[in-house]
């Protein structure tokens, strides 16, 4: 089993920046890829960004250009820098780590995009 804890989240000014951090302890070695998808009320979880144990990355249209995945094997923990942020960002982030047949989640962080 993988635990996943994510951190970073809190209220930004349009245009702001903000980094969210997901710590991975536990099952970690198993791990193929991370994510971070996002979600507001009524709405799907939608994908944001995925980084996998290679380091290959990818981004959901709305990320690229603005969000950088990134990932510190030294501390297990994955990224993600969020740069000139717009109202449409506000969202509860989650983590998830990815393994074969496993999907693991975190308890998601809320950032809030308001002037």
């Known amino acids: 089993q993988v635990q996943l804890v994510e951190s970073g989240g809190g209220l930004v000014q349009p245009g702001g920046s903000l980094r969210l951090s997901c710590a991975a302890s536990g099952s970690i070695f198993s791990i193929n890829a991370m994510s971070w998808y996002r979600q507001t009320p009524g709405k799907q979880r939608e994908l944001v960004a995925t980084?996998?144990?290679?380091?290959?990355?990818k981004y959901a249209d709305s990320a690229k250009g603005r969000f950088t995945i990134s990932r510190d094997n030294a501390k297990n923990t994955v990224y993600l820098q969020m740069n000139s942020l717009k109202p449409e960002d506000t969202a509860v982030y989650y983590c998830n780590a990815r393994r074969v047949g496993v999907i693991d989640w975190g308890q998601g962080t809320q950032v809030t995009v308001s002037s």
């Open positions: 980084i996998t144990s290679g380091g290959s990355t």
